[in-house]
């Protein structure tokens, strides 16, 4: 198949855009290069560097590469920021959105495989989670791509669109040649792996009074290479879903800490830090749609095996990218 990947220059985009190109489909990646790295994106794609906040820049893409299929990950994803300045995340999440329906839409192309993630369900009433849990986003990330998942179901049903969203939990893990590369870093696993190439003293835990058996947050680590699979499965689904990704497993942030103590062999010292404005204490998946609908299992769930591919980037890429715009 031809694939227009937009974000595929970001840390999941780049990972399933190899594993795109290793299954033999011709990949086009459509990114801004704002946060993402052109080193990133594998050398069997061509990268058109683009910004979806631009209709015209999103509509000559489509028009030049008439794809068989959109895998959307372009997005901001910062919840923090998104708490801060919104209008960047309805800016970049929703108007670009918008524009890359738009461009499917004038083109006639029908299938869109779209990132989606937990936070459209904000602080959910219990766990696991499962699809038909009421989305109630508590920050604007989750809104702006709970807003982009409706504007879509819309197009379904008059425009003919095919959306499939996957609801990603807590991506992490790498592969050789790919990682986690975010500036700046908010994410558990990287920051506490930055901790043990001695690029900062302790991990900040924030929150240690949540009602959880540690006091700790507990997350559903799912490796980005399960994701890209799943985005494969995606493409000629019948079952457009929506489809939550994870494992079913949590994992709190002790335990991630004492795992990745385990792989580096570094104490990693922690510090009590108060508590993050909008954390969820506990989210699980429930992915058995995903399993029985799109035959999706990951291969790499142990939480060893993820924080060890991790480490393994971290340790040969101690700066991420060359040339990423690091300050
Ligand atoms: N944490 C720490 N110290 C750190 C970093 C994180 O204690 O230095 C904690 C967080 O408070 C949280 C857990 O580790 O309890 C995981 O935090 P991450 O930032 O790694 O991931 P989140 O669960 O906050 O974020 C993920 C996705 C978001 C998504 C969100 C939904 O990365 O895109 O889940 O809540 F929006």
Redesign the pocket.
């Known amino acids: 198949m031809k694939i227009l990947v937009t974000g595929g220059a970001g840390y999941i985009g780049s990972v399933t855009v190899e594993r795109l190109a290793d299954d033999g489909h011709t990949v086009v990646v459509f990114d801004n290069l704002e946060r993402g790295h052109r080193e990133a994106v594998d050398p069997r794609a061509r990268l058109i560097v683009g910004d979806l906040r631009n209709p015209d820049a999103i509509l000559d893409a489509m028009r030049a590469v008439r794809p068989d299929a959109v895998i959307h990950f372009a997005a901001l ?1 910062l ?1 923090g920021e998104s708490m801060e300045q919104p209008e960047l995340y309805f800016h970049n999440n929703v108007v670009g959105g918008f524009h890359l329906a738009e461009a499917m839409r004038k083109v006639g192309v029908r299938r869109i495989i779209f990132s989606s ?3 459209t369900y904000g602080i959910p009433d219990q766990v696991p989670i499962t699809e038909d849990t009421p989305q109630r986003p508590a920050n604007p ?2 809104e702006s791509k709970l807003q982009f998942e409706r504007m879509l179901r819309w197009y379904e049903i008059i425009h003919k669109l095919e959306p499939v969203f996957l609801r ?4 992490c893990g790498a592969t050789e040649r790919l990682g986690e590369d975010h500036d700046p870093e ?4 990287p ?2 792996l930055r901790v043990a190439l001695g690029q900062s003293d302790a ?5 240690h009074d949540y009602p959880t058996p540690d006091g ?2 507990i ?1 559903d680590y799912i490796h980005v290479l399960d994701l890209a699979d799943a985005h494969v499965r995606a493409l000629e689904t019948p079952h457009l879903g929506p489809y939550n990704l994870g494992n079913g497993q949590g994992f709190s ?1 002790l335990e ?1 800490i004492e795992t990745a103590r385990a792989v580096t062999g570094h104490p990693i010292p922690t510090r009590i ?1 108060p508590r ?1 404005l909008g ?2 204490p506990v ?1 699980v998946a429930d992915a058995t749609r995903a399993r029985t609908q799109l035959g999706w299992t990951p291969k790499c769930p142990d939480l060893h095996t993820i924080v060890q591919d991790a480490w393994n980037w971290h340790r040969a890429h101690p700066h991420g990218y060359a040339g990423s715009k690091r300050r």
Request: glycine share 6%; proline share 6%.
């Open positions: 994803a919840v993630t937990c936070a990330y989750g990603y939990f807590n991506a908010t994410h558990l696993i920051n506490v991990v900040p835990i924030f929150g700790t947050c997350r942030v991630v830090a993050r954390d969820p989210l």
